[in-house]
């Protein structure tokens, strides 16, 4: 199998994959989204809450906040030799206190490891009115996809088979582009293929 990397930033990546079949590249799309680790807040403390938002409700969006982590120091809670009790080698604490008139947004969790952030700031949380108050403590913990979504590391990971196209002994009739169903040809004095990534 030949891989090509098209595409690689902290929020996307996207590659090509020759020599290879569908089952493979299926297991690696599957793999990507269940045994990857990464860090979710697991669960809440909550110390007050008087919103309009149930406290599990608040546990479900604050532990869908993705996590900024650094995977080398951090171990999963069952391979831990705390024995997953939860020490500072297996989970981080994050606090979150505010009070109303004011949106809640993912910027506002405090952790207490800087290498653990939420991963974009702008996600809103909850809305407070005049007098309402949270104050939360969230435990982050490592984990995969395979025991909850809040673990998967991708949100959309899929693959798609690439046409292989060859053109021979062409008189250039132009029949084969109104046949094409995609729209992958075009002919300019020459018979070309469009570009396939776009
Ligand atoms: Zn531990």
Same mark, same amino acid.
């Given at each position: 199998?030949?891989?090509?990397?098209?595409?690689?930033?902290?929020?996307?990546?996207?590659?090509?994959?020759?020599?290879?079949?569908?089952?493979?590249?299926?297991?690696?799309?599957?793999?990507?989204?269940?045994?990857?680790?990464?860090?979710?807040?697991?669960?809440?403390?909550?110390?007050?809450?008087?919103?309009?938002?149930?406290?599990?409700?608040?546990?479900?969006?604050?532990?869908?906040?993705?996590?900024?982590?650094?995977?080398?120091?951090?171990?999963?809670?069952?391979?831990?030799?705390?024995?997953?009790?939860?020490?500072?080698?297996?989970?981080?604490?994050?606090?979150?206190?505010?009070?109303?008139?004011?949106?809640?947004?993912?910027?506002?969790?405090?952790?207490?490891?800087?290498?653990?952030?939420?991963?974009? $700031?702008? %996600?809103? /949380?909850?809305?407070?009115?005049?007098?309402? @108050?949270?104050?939360? #403590?969230?435990?982050?913990? !490592?984990?995969?996809?395979?025991?909850?979504?809040?673990?998967?590391?991708?949100?959309?990971?899929?693959?798609?088979?690439? $046409?292989? %196209?060859? /053109?021979?002994?062409?008189?250039?009739?132009? @029949?084969?582009?109104? #046949?094409?169903?995609?729209? !992958?040809?075009?002919?300019?004095?020459?018979?070309?293929?469009?570009?396939?990534?776009?």
């Amino acid at each position: 199998m030949k891989i090509e990397v098209l595409k690689l930033s902290d929020e996307k990546g996207r590659f090509l994959l020759r020599e290879t079949s569908s089952a493979f590249v299926n297991a690696i799309r599957r793999s990507a989204m269940a045994d990857v680790q990464k860090m979710a807040v697991d669960y809440i403390n909550v110390y007050d809450n008087t919103s309009s938002l149930y406290d599990e409700i608040l546990a479900s969006r604050i532990g869908l906040i993705p996590l900024t982590a650094d995977l080398n120091s951090l171990k999963l809670p069952e391979e831990c030799r705390c024995g997953g009790e939860g020490c500072p080698s297996c989970q981080v604490s994050l606090t979150l206190t505010a009070e109303g008139p004011k949106m809640v947004y993912s910027r506002d969790l405090f952790s207490t490891d800087p290498s653990i952030q939420p991963s974009f $700031p702008d %996600i809103p /949380i909850v809305k407070l009115v005049d007098g309402q @108050r949270v104050m939360i #403590e969230a435990v982050a913990r !490592l984990g995969t996809g395979k025991k909850h979504a809040k673990w998967q590391p991708a949100v959309a990971c899929g693959y798609k088979n690439m $046409p292989k %196209i060859t /053109i021979k002994d062409c008189d250039k009739c132009g @029949r084969c582009i109104d #046949e094409c169903p995609k729209q !992958l040809l075009s002919l300019n004095k020459e018979l070309k293929v469009k570009d396939l990534m776009e």
